[in-house]
């Protein structure tokens, strides 16, 4: 509870909502709905201001300044995102394979890149997929390194 205004004391439905309001933030407790709903009953009016993972907050009028707890569980994202080590060792090994379009010299910098955001991600405790995700990510940098390498190679002989 934030605060109530001097006009709340006249009013004791006030107080004891915000007494069971404060402790419903902490406890599951169905009684700060059952006074709510009877404080819309007598005045319908709720300004919102903001909101959070678990609660809302809201103010009655002028008087008084309500937190309610959200009555629902978070939603999980799909997919389950992956690491951000892993996201950047393959968006380091798609520019690995663009570079082999430039006779390889890009392909042997990112893929550099690619395998070291891969050996970054082995430092971190993870599970076993992504350990396997990040040792196919190891693999294919350095596929992608010995094809620039040699591309690399190929255009030096043309060139020389």
Known sequence: MTGLAGNSEQQPQYKALAQVNNRAAIQDDPNPYLLVQELLGKDPFLLYIEETDELY?????????????????????????RPALL??????????????????????????????????????????????????????????????LLLSAIMLLHVL
Not at 57 to 81: C, I, Q, Y
Not at 120 to 142: E, K
């Open 57 to 81: 907050h809201v103010r009655h009028g002028t008087e008084l300044d309500l937190r309610v707890r959200k009555n629902r569980s978070l939603p999980e994202p799909f997919p389950a995102r």
């Open 87 to 148: 996201q950047k060792a393959y968006r380091w090994l798609w520019m690995a394979c663009l570079g082999l379009l430039i006779a390889g010299l890009g392909a042997m910098v990112f893929a550099t890149l690619a395998a070291a955001a891969a050996l970054g991600l082995n430092l971190h405790p993870i599970s076993r997929a992504d350990r396997i995700r990040s040792l196919v990510v190891l693999l294919l940098s350095g596929a992608l390194w010995l094809g620039g």
